[in-house]
T-cell receptor, first 114, second 111 residues
Framework: DAGVIQSPRHEVTEMGQEVTLRCKPI?????LFWYRQTMMRGLELLIYFNNNVPIDDSGMPEDRFSAKMPNASFSTLKIQPSEPRDSAVYFCASSLTSSYNEQFFGPGTRLTVL | DQQVKQNSPSLSVQEGRISILNCDYTNSMFDYFLWYKKYPAEGPTFLISISSIKDKNEDGRFTVFLNKSAKHLSLHIVPSQPGDSAVYFC??????????FGTGTRLAVRP
């Protein structure tokens, strides 16, 4: 298995632009998680899905952020409009169960908003 | 408000010696704690965990200690190896709640 796949690996955009981050979970995993890593706040869980349904989006910072999972093999995290403070590394993770011990993380997308 | 704190952003240790990474938390409702390891350009990987009913959990060279009265946990790596050089994140959760992570400690193990 190729593991969790994220694209793009790096994204540089200008303030105000729309950004879409993509994730392909490990086949057969029912749970998908989106995280954000910053120097100041460390890793933060933004949202997670179970069987393509959003379960907890309380970590989504504001309405500019939205996440979708149209099918079991694909998820997107969209920021519109983007702001410089959104600059961070965004990780996607998937797991068979809700257990945090068993999450597999992707390599992350480094987002820079100028 | 940072509920999980890793006050040492970096740590350097000689190969073969013990590495001790520390983590403090403020939420007394946390009952499960985890450590993750992260190499550059990779996602974090789960390392070891401990439930609040225990005060120690060991897995090979890695041991996590929990002091509930002090709201403190630590990760011990003995002996340290150059391959252990990575960023280590502490995380905590309460029942039914999501994980809260610390900001990470960068460990460098010198050959």
């Amino acid at each position: 298995d190729a593991g969790v796949i994220q694209s793009p690996r790096h994204e540089v955009t200008e303030m105000g632009q729309e950004v879409t981050l993509r994730c392909k979970p490990i086949s057969g995993h029912d749970y998908l998680f989106w995280y954000r890593q910053t120097m100041m706040r460390g890793l933060e869980l933004l949202i997670y899905f179970n069987n393509n349904v959003p379960i907890d989006d309380s970590g989504m910072p504001e309405d500019r952020f939205s996440a979708k999972m149209p099918n079991a093999s694909f998820s997107t995290l969209k920021i519109q409009p983007s702001e410089p403070r959104d600059s961070a590394v965004y990780f996607c993770a998937s797991s068979l169960t809700s257990s945090y011990n068993e999450q597999f993380f992707g390599p992350g997308t480094r987002l820079t908003v100028l | 408000d940072q509920q999980v704190k890793q006050n040492s952003p970096s740590l350097s240790v000689q190969e073969g010696r013990i590495s001790i990474l520390n983590c403090d938390y403020t939420n007394s409702m946390f009952d499960y704690f985890l450590w993750y390891k992260k190499y550059p350009a990779e996602g974090p990987t789960f390392l070891i965990s401990i439930s609040s009913i225990k005060d120690k959990n060991e897995d090979g060279r890695f041991t996590v200690f929990l002091n509930k009265s002090a709201k403190h946990l630590s990760l011990h790596i003995v002996p340290s190896q150059p391959g252990d050089s990575a960023v280590y994140f502490c995380a905590a959760k309460s029942s039914g709640d999501k994980l809260t992570f610390g900001t990470g400690t960068r460990l460098a193990v010198r050959p």
